[in-house]
């Protein structure tokens, strides 16, 4: 069934009117007619069920005939704070494949040793919009704009904190250590790693070296393995 | 340190003498000189220690100083037979995640609804290779040529079985049937999903329909995803 994001659908009303670009794909490019059935989704939790009542070119109206909220909420919150690659389609495809597996929160982080030291955010949100709709997910997870590593480090969490890092020193792993259905932050770093007073800074506040296995991982391999790690473990 | 594919390697001889290509890579491009250390791995196992003996640029001979055999060897053997994507990108893409987290056999297998029909595997071998060599694994990945689903469930396989689909019937699911340190074998099939009776055919045959969790995966991620399980709980 067709879906559409509406981030801006309010809850109370009993229709929703669908902009002009969605309603020329849904009326002369997708011929939906008055009566189809379509889904709306507001990236807060929110699936929503409704029909065609005026299938107008330029400014569909919808009629809501039901809605669901929290749809599909996960156990869990997973914060990864990620190096963005050098070549910007592997954070891409990381972002898509984090979206389909289960991911709340994304924050780029320039580190010492990062070739890439900025990022276009606007462009990622789209790639992730793009990935909720189409592995139907309710909740559009968030993606922070770009900070320094120290500037990250000064932020406040609740929850459990893990770096996963290549030095040869003390590591635990999620395995061992993640407390089921908690909030979960994971620092990724850049093809380089980390450097070693960047991994102590984060141990220093509070974080614990993880390991991820023995494969050598690509910044975005590590970054999905993670993810897989943390939802695969509060399954 | 730089890294060479060397199938062709004879375990036996003290040296080994880099094609004209390599030859050229290593003196030309990379300057390395008599007495830089290399290493080189057979793709069967072994990983060897060389230094340069002779920097020709056309015929550089390299004098082996060790050879660690069965080089990070993993514990049990996965061998993923999946439906190749409409976009083969997204199956490169696979093919180099896999490479990295841990997989050693691969067969596409063409299904009813497989919208692509045939695909070029020496390209696919190549993107094998370049990861196999980026994620430092002596172990190169078998990538079988494609056979229809039908022809696939001919072929003998001492080990367990597993199809994941997306049909809403009785599943398992890895973590409750993988017996460690085993030999798996995982079907996944096209975007429009395996159809029933290619699911039929599949039970019975020995496989057991298992579930990758509840989001709606696409192929290469659901692939990936089981890659990941099988070498998670394998730990």
Redesign the interface.
Known sequence: MQLFYTPDINPKSPNYFLNEEESKHCIRVLRLEKGSEVQLIDGKGSLYAAIIQDPHPKRTILQIISVTNAF?KRNHYLHIAMAPTKNIERME?FLE?AT???IDEITPIICQRSERKEVKVDRLNKIITAAMK????AYHPVLNEYVTFKQFLTKPFEGQKFIAHCENTDKTNL?AELINNGKFLILIGPEGDFSTSEIDEALLTGFKAITL??????TE?AA??AC??V??LN?
Chains 1, 2 share one sequence.
Do not use: A, P, V, Y
Request: proline share 0%; glycine share 8%.
């Open positions: 599909n495809w494949k389909e597996i289960g189409q592995s139907l997910k395995k296995g023995d494969s050598r991982l690509r391999t999905l393995e897989f790690e939802n695969f399954r």
